[in-house]
């Protein structure tokens, strides 16, 4: 075979790769010629992917359940993976951070509208009883979801709507007892935390804090008023974090509540969520009126915030 000058370029430059790090290229070739090919199930880890659905009962739709769940958590990861590289950039740019910020929407437009696979695609019946055995956990307990929120808005903005001006220049530590999903995970009877919760924050309290204070001036709030400061045009990212706000704190809550209607709403009385948690008032957007960027809504629409959504998902206007 020649050795074309390409090739011989190629060559010099990784002579020149290993070199630099102190390795010889020869070993690394004779690695080279005894390595096996690379096959696209190994590369996924696929038979490991395949392996991690492990059913508490005998219910078919239980995997389901499983599967849309790991499903999420890696839509969620991806999330993240643009979440810390808006975070970290160290040279942001406007387009960099509305072309991250995009990809995030995209994502949470899948989850949207593939949710509607896991409410249709199990029967009621099963799902009323495997879901006992997973008693307490939650989908409450996702971390990575509260990642996203803390990556998204001054922390300010994620404690309950009654404490948030009294609570304006308290720590984070502080503001941390008072955040809105605390107040979703208590006993419907007794009003005390729930098992749910207190698992949650045991494990990570700690880190969420600390992420909080990690992007106390990196979040993606505080980084639009650093860019509109600079006089940047910003009209593109203040699209993209509308719709932002619109698929985390109004479409992704809604579409769990139709799923909640459908399978814990029985007349005439309610079935309680998954460690007794209070779904009714967590859920629906209006209630919590969790919004994370304030400043780019009409006071009409901050103060209907959610209601038209929760009018058309569900049948009947909620009171």
């Not at 009962?57 to 890696?74: A, K, R, V």
């Not at 001036?217 to 940047?232: D, V």
């Not at 994370?292 to 206007?317: C, H, M, R």
């Amino acid at each position: 075979m020649e050795i074309t000058p390409e090739i011989k370029l190629k060559l010099e430059n990784l002579q020149e790769k290993y070199e630099a790090m102190g390795q010889d290229m020869a070993s690394y070739l004779d690695g080279l010629l005894h390595a096996n090919f690379l096959t696209y199930w190994d590369y996924i880890h696929l038979d490991t992917l395949l392996s991690l659905q492990s059913p508490k009962t005998s219910f078919p739709d239980e995997e389901i359940f499983i599967m849309y769940h790991q499903i999420t958590e890696l839509y969620f990861k991806l999330a993240l993976h643009e979440c810390k590289q808006i975070s970290d950039h160290p040279a942001l740019t406007v387009d960099f951070f509305t072309a991250r910020v995009k990809r995030i929407n995209s994502y949470f437009q899948i989850l949207t509208n593939s949710f509607e696979i896991m409410v249709e695609g199990m029967e009621k019946e099963q799902f009323l009883k495997f879901r006992m055995s997973l008693l307490p956990a939650s989908g409450f307990q996702s971390a990575q979801y509260r990642m996203i929120e803390i990556y998204a808005t001054d922390f300010i903005q994620l404690v309950s709507k009654d404490k948030r001006e009294e609570l304006r220049n308290a720590s984070l530590q502080e503001q941390f007892e008072f955040i809105y999903w605390k107040f979703g995970a208590t006993e419907l009877s007794s009003g005390k935390q729930t098992l749910t919760l207190k698992q949650f924050q045991k494990k990570y309290g700690d880190e969420l804090i600390a992420l909080a204070n990690d992007t106390r001036h990196t979040n993606f709030s505080a980084l639009l008023r650093n860019l509109k400061s600079q006089n940047r045009e910003t009209s593109g990212l203040e699209k993209e974090l509308r719709e932002l706000d619109i698929h985390v704190n109004v479409n992704w809550p809604l579409a769990h509540y139709k799923s909640a209607v459908k399978y814990l709403n029985r007349e005439p009385e309610e079935i309680k969520a998954t460690g007794g948690t209070n779904w009714q008032k967590y859920l629906p957007p209006r209630f919590q009126k969790r919004i994370f960027y304030p400043g780019l809504w009409t006071a009409n629409q901050l103060e209907d915030w959610g209601k038209n959504w929760v009018i058309s998902v569900v049948n009947t206007p909620l009171v």
